[in-house]
């Protein structure tokens, strides 16, 4: 786990951006992103959002002594390791293309910056079930106890029946009613 004061020494690097879900280039707002690259962390290193990471209701926007800047807007990040950035992309004008960042130690005297990469995937939806094994949607009971799904997919998992309420897990559907904003907690 790192933790401030932020010493990463290696110039991290950027190499590609996909949906989290389908690992497909189609992103959009207030959805949650995945960026694929290189020194991001130490290896071995990793670091996921916790309860005390949390302030005032907000994912933070560095994670781990890592952030990740869409058009020089740094995104709530959520996961970290050396070759994996798992974040919501941030509120930004339109759609089209845009350019992402890894920050090294941000804010600080030695902060590295990635090369700017384009990428040009941004849309107003781009939606996309998580899934368990590539194929089998990610899905629970209403009460989050048990996995729905083949117990030769997921251990423990079982399958739905005529009236149960199944919660699917997806990003990049869009606005929400009531709004947030990217980052916040839902209440």
């Known amino acids: 786990r790192i933790s401030p004061p932020c010493a990463l020494t290696q110039k991290p690097s950027v190499t590609s951006m996909f949906n989290s879900a389908s690992f497909r280039p189609a992103w959009n707002v207030g959805g949650l992103a995945t960026v694929f690259g290189a020194n991001f962390l130490p290896a071995g290193a990793t670091r996921s959002l916790t309860a005390g990471d949390i302030v005032g209701?907000?994912?933070?926007?560095?994670?781990?002594?890592?952030?990740?800047?869409?058009?020089?807007?740094?995104?709530?990040?959520?996961?970290?390791?050396?070759?994996?950035?798992?974040f919501q992309a941030p509120a930004l004008a339109g759609v089209g293309p845009a350019t992402v960042q890894v920050i090294a130690n941000p804010g600080a005297p030695n902060e590295l910056r990635s090369d700017p990469m384009s990428v040009n995937t941004q849309q107003a939806f781009a939606p996309a079930i998580f899934t368990f094994d590539g194929k089998s949607a990610a899905a629970t009971s209403a009460d989050g106890s048990k996995?729905?799904?083949?117990p030769s997919v997921v251990a423990g998992g079982v399958a739905a029946k005529p009236g149960?309420?199944?919660?699917?897990?997806?990003?990049?559907?869009?606005?929400?009613?009531?709004?947030?904003?990217?980052?916040?907690?839902?209440?």
Do not use: E, F, H, M
């Open 57 to 86: 209701q907000k994912v933070p926007n560095s994670l781990g002594c890592v952030a990740v800047s869409i058009n020089g807007q740094n995104a709530p990040v959520v996961y970290v390791q050396r070759d994996q950035i798992n």
């Open 147 to 150: 996995a729905i799904a083949d």
């Open 164 to 187: 149960d309420t199944v919660t699917i897990y997806a990003t990049g559907l869009g606005a929400t009613d009531p709004a947030y904003s990217p980052g916040d907690i839902a209440q």
